[in-house]
């Protein structure tokens, strides 16, 4: 069973930052690929970020030069840092995970349990 830790989310005034975490408890597996999705009250869950194995990273046109995705091998944890935040921004942020199990070499995918992003005054 894969264990996934989000967090970093929290409230923030419009341009303020926030840097979300997901880390992936043990060693066992390792990030193959890497995406951060949001899910806005009353809308559907929309990409936000993907980050490659290679490290090419794509965003959506609403977050460009604003968010950053990231990884760190050693950690086993993926990032995304959050600056100029608007209040569009708010909503609960997902972190979905493309896995490799160093034992048997196959691959799962997982999801984070979310955390909460608000921006607001």
């Known amino acids: 069973q894969v264990q996934l830790v989000e967090s970093g989310g929290g409230l923030v005034q419009p341009g303020g930052s926030l840097r979300l975490s997901c880390a992936v408890a043990?060693?066992?597996?390792?990030?193959?690929?890497m995406g951060w999705y949001r899910q806005a009250p009353g809308k559907e869950r929309e990409l936000v970020a993907t980050?490659?194995?290679?490290?090419?990273?794509n965003y959506a046109e609403s977050v460009k030069g604003r968010f950053t995705i990231s990884r760190d091998s050693a950690k086993n944890t993926g990032y995304l840092q959050m600056n100029s935040l608007k209040p569009d921004d708010t909503g609960v942020y997902y972190c979905?995970?493309?896995?490799?199990?160093?034992?048997?070499?196959?691959?799962?995918?997982?999801w984070g349990q979310g955390t909460l992003v608000t921006v607001s005054s």
């Open positions: 979905n995970l493309q896995l490799r199990d160093i034992l048997t070499y196959s691959y799962v995918e997982v």
């Open positions: 043990g060693s066992r597996f390792s990030i193959n690929t």
């Open positions: 980050i490659s194995r290679a490290g090419s990273s």
